[in-house]
């Protein structure tokens, strides 16, 4: 049950100490030339945010976490939402929307959060979205990506702003991030024009599943094949919203599965690419009848065969690709050789967290091999979880191939027309 947060009645400016927060922030804001006519600052009519009301979700991460006796930091359950409910800038600001709060019972270690959390996320943010007009999530920091690209997946017809956030300094030391990512998450998740998982991290606001972790500093996570949503400047926010995803139509549903199981592998010369082939040979006990649904052509439409391929896909990253009778092209030949045996699929990412394979690359890649399904300018985090979920819902590889370069929620530039909704 959330507990309750509070109810702002009087109109409030920005209290002096947030503002000159965010002024002394303005020389870190990302730079860069755009029109003011496809900048809106976020401020919305006082009566509008009045109406409006966030849920926050505390699942754990350094952000709330204290220093225990020997000096080493330790989450402290009721810790941050005790002190967001006593924050000035919460609940004075007219830029956020009153909120409650729900505390996880078991604080969680970002770094093992995986794929069945990424489904009680979901589940939970279905209970309460009715009740709701915005989400703030506040996490850990090293796999925030990870749960914000499988969140982007599960929700499909999102039509709310899920703001996800955290800390590198909890909020209990005298200097942090904490109290600027938290107040700055809260005014975004009061924003009606979004309807995507977000991340927010210092001063930038990023798509949660085109956005990568890349330092262990105040700005750790960026952002590098697609532009930020929204920056601070100055004294204010702006959204930018030619580059956010439109709203949908339909009701938001959630898909509660992501059983896909793969491997993840980086391909240069010296790689192992014997064990890998190994592992794409062993096989597992094939699920017993009515544990998932089965789709017709899918690896659960078996014939009565009992065993299964031990992975569903195979995520190979690429420093490039070399000639076509080199040594990585020698690589992925026997790949997907022992890959195409056992119906698994192949993709590649580019290694490269900015940027892509050139075109001369990508059709040498094709000519080498044409089996293997290259995601672009996709993040390594998303293409992950997006095969996770792909196979969640029951789809052949041949399905799950086809659907993998698709944009289905802003995740990738396509190289190719989207052909299905998913």
Do not use: W
């Not at 804001?29 to 966030?54: E, K, W, Y």
């Not at 020997?70 to 402290?76: C, I, K, N, R, S």
């Not at 926010?237 to 898909?255: D, Y």
């Not at 985090?381 to 659907?403: I, Q, T």
Request: charged share 20%; with cysteine; net charge negative.
């Amino acid at each position: 049950m959330a507990s309750p947060g509070h109810t702002t009645t009087l109109p409030s400016p920005l209290t002096p100490s947030l503002v000159s927060a965010m002024e002394a922030a303005a020389a870190a804001a990302i730079s860069g030339a755009t029109s003011p006519s496809s900048l809106v600052q976020s401020s919305l009519p006082r009566s509008a945010v009045v109406t409006r009301r966030i849920l926050v979700l505390y699942l754990g991460g350094t952000i709330g976490m204290k220093k225990n006796a020997e000096g080493a930091l330790e989450p402290v359950a009721g810790y941050l939402t005790e002190q967001m409910r006593e924050m000035r800038e919460l609940r004075e600001s007219a830029e956020i929307a009153p909120f409650d709060i729900i505390e996880y019972d078991e604080l969680l270690d970002s770094s093992d959060i995986g794929a069945s959390d990424y489904c009680r996320i979901a589940a939970d943010l279905q209970t309460h979205y009715d009740e709701y007009d915005g989400f703030l999530i506040a996490h850990g920091t090293d796999t925030m990506h990870y749960t914000a690209s499988a969140l982007s997946f599960l929700l499909c017809n999102l039509d709310k702003p899920v703001i996800m956030t955290g800390a590198m300094v909890p909020l209990a030391e005298p200097y942090n991030d904490a109290r600027r990512n938290l107040v700055i998450s809260m005014m975004i998740a009061s924003n009606p024009r979004i309807c995507e998982v977000c991340i927010f991290f210092n001063d930038s606001l990023f798509r949660g599943n085109r956005c990568n972790k890349v330092y262990h500093t105040y700005g750790a996570f960026c952002s590098l094949n697609y532009p930020p949503l929204g920056v601070m400047e100055a004294t204010h926010f702006v959204l930018r919203e030619e580059h956010l995803l439109p709203q949908p139509t339909g009701a938001m549903k959630i898909m509660s599965d992501m059983r896909g199981r793969l491997g993840c592998y980086p391909i240069d010369p010296e790689a192992d690419v014997d064990t890998l082939v190994a592992l794409l040979e062993r096989k597992r006990p094939r699920p017993s009848a009515g544990t998932f649904p089965v789709v017709s052509g899918s690896l659960a439409d078996d014939g009565g065969d009992t065993q299964q391929p031990l992975l569903d896909a195979v995520l190979l990253s690429l420093n490039g690709v070399g000639s076509v009778e080199g040594a990585v092209a020698q690589q992925l030949r026997q790949i997907v050789a022992a890959a195409r045996k056992y119906d698994i699929v192949v993709c590649a990412v580019a290694r490269d967290i900015s940027g892509t394979l050139n075109p001369s690359e990508v059709q040498r890649l094709h000519t080498i091999a044409p089996d293997i399904v290259y995601l672009n300018d996709m993040c390594i985090s998303a293409a992950e979880v997006k095969l996770m979920y792909l196979f969640g819902k029951g789809l052949s590889p041949a399905k799950v191939a086809a659907a993998m370069p698709q944009n289905l929620r802003g995740e990738i530039t396509p190289l190719l027309p989207a052909q299905s909704k998913l």
